[in-house]
């Protein structure tokens, strides 16, 4: 299925790849963020940012559980030897180590930006870097002891969102929602390499099947930029079709694409419609739009399950 949380309507909607219809909705906690697999594949966290709760699903069934009480959970990722939950507590500007099954707090560890909300881990684990949107920032942190050991400015106006290690694990890639691309970051040195001008409001990194192409979703311009790992340049740009009919939310006809992931078999990138209150279906391929589903208000953090890997980092699928 494909997992979609709506932000205003406090629902998940679950879509039936094959058919590209809607098959059930649920409500959950206020304003759902994020749909996250868990580190061991077996739970997906519906993360209920302003409700402070977790609603577990079983990703067998898709029947939503019993919440978890946690304060501000933004976002969640796994620490990529399992033993931690890291709840991306943004308002409270904490990351929230806890235990990857009961939820419980062992170690808050207050960070030192503003709207900390992305993380990818290091190809050996050791170190995270993660986004800090409102003060265009970059921050790493040690894993083992679960201490920031450094900030990186990426200049007045950057507001970082979306965070992907490249296959080789050599180049951390950061989409810039005001800068309208992606920085290139070395995550050793903790220095930038470059930037990529992809298209207004980059915002979310998805990694094709083949570990070719990097999906960069700008959702101020209504287009995908694929990037090239080979060549560290943008390959194409695909340009989804205008919004039409009642869905459209902002006072004009562009399309919005925001957060989700790729099919198992690498055909079709799902994105979430943040400003329209629907979901794309994109062909790898050709770039062509596939289908426009309807779901409910303020569609987010989308995900597609199940994926191929051992176990999962998190955010909306990051498998390894």
């Given amino acids: ?17 094959v058919t590209y219809k809607v098959v059930r909705e649920f409500a ?23 409700g402070s709760s977790l609603t577990p699903i079983d990703p067998v069934t898709g029947d939503p559980g019993t919440p978890v009480h946690v304060e501000d959970p933004y976002n969640m990722y796994f620490t990529p030897d399992g033993r931690y939950a890291i709840v991306v507590a943004e308002a409270l500007q904490r990351l929230d180590f806890r235990d990857p099954h009961t939820m419980v707090l062992v170690h808050s560890l207050s960070v030192p930006c503003h709207g900390v909300d992305h993380m990818d881990f290091s190809a050996n684990g050791t170190y995270l870097i993660a986004s800090c949107e409102f003060s265009g920032k970059l921050m790493k942190v040690n894993v083992a002891s679960q201490s920031v050991v450094g900030t990186l400015g990426l200049g007045a106006g950057s507001e970082p969102q979306d965070v992907k290690l490249s296959p080789d694990g050599k180049i951390f890639y950061v989409a810039d929602l005001r800068a309208n691309g992606v920085w290139e970051v070395d995550g050793n040195s903790f220095r930038v390499l470059g930037f ?13 099947r083949d570990s070719r192409y990097l999906y960069v979703s700008n959702r101020d311009s209504g287009t995908i ?45 799902w994105l979430s419609g943040r400003y329209d209150s629907d979901v794309y279906a994109i062909d790898t391929t050709t770039g062509n739009l596939i289908a426009r589903i309807p779901v409910g208000d303020g569609p987010h953090g989308l995900c597609v399950w199940p994926q191929p890997g051992r176990y999962s980092l998190g955010h909306t699928g990051i498998l390894r």
Avoid at 28 to 50: A, E, F, R
Avoid at 197 to 203: D, F, I, L, S, V
């Fill in 28 to 50: 959950v906690g206020q304003l759902p963020q994020h749909v996250v697999p868990s580190w061991d594949l077996k739970t997906l966290w519906v993360t209920n940012d302003q």
């Fill in 1 to 17: 299925m494909i997992y979609v949380p709506n932000s205003l309507s406090d629902t998940v909607d679950e879509i039936d790849p």
């Fill in 196 to 208: 990529l001008p992809t298209g207004k409001g980059a915002h979310g990194l998805y990694v094709s």
């Fill in 225 to 269: 930029s694929v990037i090239s790992f080979a060549t560290r340049q943008v390959v194409a740009t695909w340009v989804l079709p205008p919004e039409t009919g009642p869905n459209v939310g902002r006072g004009n006809d562009i399309a919005s694409p925001d957060m989700g992931g790729v099919s198992a078999d690498g055909k079709v990138l």
